[in-house]
């Protein structure tokens, strides 16, 4: 079992940076890939960016490249999404994902779901 906790949501202007960071208890996060989604109001959610087991890989959809970054730490078990120039479109719950992967791939579900942070970005 691998335990993911989010944190690091808010209110931010449009323009504005945020960091948010992925906490994993349970299991070595380093076995896994991880991932963050996003589900804004009255859509579905929607994969953001990814990185493979040891950071080597990473992969981003059209909407976010240049301006988000994830990263992970292995040896604290943390992975790390800084999003920088927001707009109000990025609003939404961003999830973090697990999954017992070197490579994570959107072909399967993922093993492990943190419970989401609210991310507001205001025009």
């Known amino acids: 079992q691998v335990q993911l906790v989010e944190s690091g949501g808010g209110l931010v202007q449009a323009g504005g940076s945020l960091r948010l960071s992925c906490a994993a208890s349970?299991?070595?996060?380093?076995?896994?890939?991880m991932g963050w989604f996003r589900q804004a109001p009255g859509k579905e959610r929607a994969f953001v960016v990814a990185?493979?087991?040891?950071?080597?890989?990473?992969y981003y959809a059209d909407s976010v490249k240049g301006r988000f970054t994830i990263s992970r730490d292995n040896a604290k078990n943390t992975a790390y999404l800084q999003m920088n120039s927001l707009k109000p479109e990025d609003t939404a719950v961003y999830y973090c994902?697990?999954?017992?992967?070197?490579?994570?791939?959107?072909?399967?579900?993922?093993?492990?779901w943190g419970q989401g942070t609210q991310v507001t970005v205001s025009s």
């Open positions: 990185i493979s087991r040891t950071g080597s890989s990473t």
């Open positions: 994902a697990a999954q017992g992967r070197t490579y994570y791939t959107n072909k399967y579900p993922a093993d492990y």
């Open positions: 349970g299991r070595t996060a380093a076995n896994y890939a």
